[in-house]
């Protein structure tokens, strides 16, 4: 079973997209921050792509993308950037996708599946 990451602060979103996901047979792991999603994105199974918010407390997506483009073993796993800012604030992050907030549900699903 694939697993995708879901970085968000807000809990009530997370819990949301985890619920969507799993009922689409998608296996999913959460993280409220940048730091905590280091930390699962290094764990087995390794998840096939990461849904990442960029503002966030304690690390923001900005430092979470830095840091995993600077570690060859995750650094290959793609991104889609959750965001309700303008590209200009993130196109240096690479992002493989771009789902802005707030979410289409039935995009956040076309995108997903696209990476699985």
Not at 45 to 74: H, N, T
Request: proline share 9%; glycine share 4%.
């Amino acid at each position: 079973m694939s697993v995708v990451l879901v970085i968000e602060d807000d809990r009530e979103l997370r819990e949301m997209m985890m619920h969507l996901l799993n009922t689409c047979g998608i296996g999913i792991r959460t993280a409220p921050n940048g730091l905590t999603g280091l930390v699962q994105l290094r764990q087995e199974p390794r998840p096939s792509l990461v849904l990442l918010d960029l503002m966030m407390p304690v690390m923001d997506g900005w430092e979470f993308r830095r840091r995993q483009r600077a570690d060859p073993a995750i650094a290959d796993i793609p991104v889609v950037v959750l965001s309700a800012l303008s590209p200009v604030h993130y196109s240096d992050l690479d992002p493989a996708a771009v789902i802005p907030k707030p979410c289409d549900f039935n995009r956040l699903i076309d995108v997903v599946k696209r990476f699985l």
